[in-house]
């Protein structure tokens, strides 16, 4: 197995951790060296048990393993389900020597972090991601949380997990949809910082779309070495990191806008970079050729090009007022200043930033 195995490591110091990636590591991989002590608790939700459950059990050879299955869903991202993991492993008697585990997207990702950052004031936690996107991106960086009503992951914590386990076969019951919301993260990476990436995966993108296993390899690969890199930066996203929001300021609103879940966090990330991308073009930083080719290569990867029908200008300033970004009331946005180079930024005029929304809103 080993020789299928491409390893990279997060670089953090003594809490540096590796991405282990391959196919075929689900059930046959042991993570126990991982675990702290002798309890183990993986928190996974009802769509993932049935498919993976059972392997990810055998991943930890000698240690109590307990399961908590939640709810699946973007709008069961909340305190309400956060507190089910607490209530599990208090009814299972877990002392914080334990280890939990984040078995599915990002979602339960999220949680599981968060839930590890906060019972019994921190404990380990391990990640093994099974969609495009959780692999891709939320299983590697340590931001962990819940969204409020009022703004996507406004309540978290930094918590960075002890490994990372990417079983690429699992990505062979994610349906279509998932793939795309994925790629929006992948095609991210090749926009802030890697044009050769970008180039390659317009060449990529369809066998992509088809789940063909080295191309997604390849991707999963780069996009796990460009996050961990930037991490290992600017752990705690005090400059250099928020270009990984590129495109999640229009997103986030989008997803505020359009009730958790009903927008895949993916989908509205697609739309937020075209968005971002036109808005460049108005700060006169990129070239219309520049647009095109972002559109296109959003469009071919299955992704949405345009808000939801029905959110104005207005849908949209209210929710970005609340971005983390921010600083003192003032909208700070991440833009290209060339495809594979992002900048975050204040510096933007008023009337480009309303020329942008009024295009993209179809009742403006
Ligand atoms: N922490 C971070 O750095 C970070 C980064 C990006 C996104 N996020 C967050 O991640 C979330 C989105 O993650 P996501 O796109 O993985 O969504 P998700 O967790 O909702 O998973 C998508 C769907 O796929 C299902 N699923 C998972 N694995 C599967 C598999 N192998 N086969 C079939 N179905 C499977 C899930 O049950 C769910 O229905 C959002 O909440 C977003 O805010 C966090
Ligand atoms: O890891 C990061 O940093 C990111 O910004 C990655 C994003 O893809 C991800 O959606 C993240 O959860 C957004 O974080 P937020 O701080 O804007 O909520
Ligand atoms: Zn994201």
Redesign the pocket.
Known sequence: MAENIRELTVELGDRSYPILIGPGLLGEYDLSPYVTGSQVMIVTNETVAPLYLEQAIRCFPGKVVDSIVLPDGEKFKDWQTLNRIFDGLLEQRHTRKTTLVALGGGVVG?MTGFAAACYQRGVSFIQIPTTLLSQV??SV?G?T?INHPLG??MIGAFHQPRAVLIDTDSLRSLPPREVSAGLA?VI?YGLIRARDFLDWLEGAVDRLVALEPEALSEAIHRSCAC?AEV?AKDER?GGL?AI??LG?TFG?AIEAFAGYGNWL?GEA?GTGMVMATDLSLREGMISSGDLERVVALVRRAGLPERPPAGMTPDDFMTRMAVD??NVDGQLRLVLLKALGAAVVTADIRPENLAATLSAFCEDA
């Open positions: 999220d991106d939320s960086g931001k949380g996507k992951n993260e991210k996050k991490v996203e990191r990984l929001n999640h986030h966090h990330v983390k970004k």
